[in-house]
Nanobody, 116 residues
């Protein structure tokens, strides 16, 4: 059974940091690219960044570049989203996504709330 389970969400103050985790099971994690998204209330799901399956390459959307870092530990089937200098606009449900070709797996999401 394929699963992606996010954790680590919660309430953080303005300027604070948070690290989200996403643990994968049921597929060969190392063969899949990883993407993180978020969805704020009333808004469309927003792409945040990607960690490719090879080469350790990552890339980010402009709104989080320099503040957010995606990493992956293939030995633990886990990806992480490190978030720094957070602001209320970062309040959203955060999702991890594993993809390979046309195959996509999604986690259930974890809520992050940034208070001012």
């Amino acid at each position: 059974q394929v699963q992606l389970v996010e954790s680590g969400g919660g309430l953080v103050q303005l300027g604070g940091s948070l690290r989200l985790s996403c643990v994968a099971s049921g597929f060969l994690f190392s063969d899949y690219g990883i993407r993180w998204y978020r969805q704020a209330p009333g808004k469309e799901r927003e792409f945040l960044g990607v960690a490719f399956s090879v080469g350790g390459i990552t890339d980010y959307t402009d709104s989080v570049r320099g503040r957010f870092t995606i990493s992956r530990d293939n030995a633990k089937n886990t990806t992480y989203l490190e978030m720094n200098s957070m602001n209320p606009e970062d309040t959203a449900v955060y999702y991890c996504n594993a993809w390979r070709g046309t195959v996509n797996y999604w986690g259930q999401g974890t809520q992050v709330t940034v208070s001012s």
